[in-house]
């Protein structure tokens, strides 16, 4: 992973103490909140419904395990001793005391890491599949390029205020485990025919108010020319994004508005009078970044398939765990390992203190001190040897984080929803747990296969419902919670955004509508290999609408 150099070290520490200062004067009474809200927003501090949150920046999604350590002790020492991994590949603490969050984010600069660009109208975290480096169906390892953008990116002075808040999206698979084509620009790493590195250039997607896929507007972008065209992305969205309203000042909306065809036309110029200045990126900077991220040597561990079966027979438990949180490495010898942090009854990607600790020591012992965030807030080991499974395995049970459910209908994404965020209309938290205690009988989610449900408690879409095989948004009613269910939602390679499927539901009677929905599909199906969304893609919505509502002009 990234190092930082002495002047990310200078930067980051003289940043943190400017903070410092600023809160200092705040507590005194000397700045305002309406003059010190900018301020702390810049430092990733939201003033949430009951407290600050802080949200800590993880590039790409990729932790060493002295990292993790330290993200224990923040919870410990400033919190209430847990954190929440969320869809941007970042780490929440709801409960500090503001007094106390300089302390923090110098905990933070002493392992590297900060909070810089969690929020803002500004560009956000770089985010990349899970999987990057160890993945059988990779062209590229994405990580490399995501680190140059956030270098370039970081307190960029013209792209600093951006209209409205902005997020890249890197992947170097065949399978797009990023979901590049919801974000306002989507990198899908790709080589020409004559073998050399580029780029698929996604622009305009993005979830929210109104949800959009991306469109293509350069189907190869030459590697060197990776800072100069996104540069003039960004300089188009700049320049014409609206700033009269926040709801229609995501480049999305320019998109829709200007025209894919004229936005590129406008997009290429810009990119003309960049392409052959400082923007472009010479080998060597790319080699050098490149270096950090430099695979581990991975020691040949046949002896892990014949301990596998042997393991595998002994105890389904972890016969289970293995065939759906491990994934196939490059190296036959390895796997790369999902931890579920969806314990049937849980809230989706919260872990405690004693839980990171425990993944740091693991990831330190069995996995080449690599750990990785998803967008579906799991945690990932990426290098695992087979011969090494057995061991993790034991080690997940002893923290209850042992759950085989990954890419199954208790993995559920959830947001904090109205239990934490002031922006949210309804409870997000307390419907995962419900959902994932009616379907947590293992035989039962095999049964049904791959299924992701995905809750947001507002139309921020934090919990990329819009993108969910089931989606689930929390709306007001006459001053009642009700959730609004699309069907038919993908984040992947053949992104789609769900269907609304009729009027919405009252909270106790969610789960229900589900299993109903489940019930259908499984009625359906043309056998067990049909997943959900195959199926919803081949019948359409009219049989679940039926088995919902029993006639069409209920379900209006």
Partial sequence: MYRYDEFDHAFVTERVEQFRDQVERRLSGELAED???PLRLMNGVYLQLHAYMLRIAIPYGTLSSRQLRMLAHIARTYDRGYGHFTTRQNLQFNWPKLADIPDALADLASVEMHALQTSGNCIRNVTADHFAGAAADEIADPRPYAEILRQWSSVHPEFSFLPRKFKIAVTGAERDRAAIQVHDIGLHVKTND????????YVGGGQGRTPMIAKLIRDFLPEEDLLSYT??????????GRRDNKYKARIKILVHETGTEELTRQVEAEFAALKDTELKLPEKDVQSIAAYFAPPALPERAEGWENLARWKKADSGFSRWVQQNVQPHKNPDYGMVTISLKPIGGIPGDASDA???????LAEEYAFDEIRVSHEQNLILPHVALADLEAVYRGLVAINLA????GLITDIIACPGLDYCALANARSIPLAQEISRRFGDAERQAEIGELKIKISGCINACGHHHVGHIGLLGVEKKGAELYQITLGGSGDEHTSIGEIIGRGFEPDRVTDAIETIVDTYLGLRLDPSENFLAAYRRV???PFKTALYGSAAEAA
Avoid: C, S, W
């Fill in 355 to 361: 839980q990171m600790d425990a993944i740091a020591d």
């Fill in 231 to 240: 540069t003039a992305i960004v300089r188009v969205y700049n320049l014409h």
């Fill in 540 to 542: 359409g919505p009219q």
């Fill in 403 to 406: 759950e085989a459910n990954a």
């Fill in 35 to 37: 003059a010190f809200k």
């Fill in 194 to 201: 004559k073998g050399e590195i580029g780029f698929a250039v």
